[in-house]
């Protein structure tokens, strides 16, 4: 008999980025972001944040503030 692992629930998590372009834009992102704990990591979902950033300014930008919190009162 074998053991069925069993995969956590998707938890949406509320994210929010303020950015600087190399033009000297700021501008400040938020939004709604889907993860499943124990499949991805803060790490992964940043990167995937990261890369839409990145698709909507370009590659040349860095970023001045994030935060990504479970998004519930």
Do not use: C
Request: aromatic share 10%.
């Amino acid at each position: 008999m074998t053991a069925q692992t069993e995969t956590p629930e998707p938890v949406t998590y509320h994210w929010i980025a303020t950015i600087q372009t190399g033009r000297g834009q700021i501008a400040t992102d938020d939004g709604p972001v889907t993860a499943v704990p124990g499949v991805h990591t803060h790490t992964s979902t940043y990167q995937a944040i990261h890369g839409s950033l990145t698709e909507k300014y370009g590659a040349n930008f860095v970023v001045l503030f994030f935060s990504l919190t479970p998004d519930q009162l």
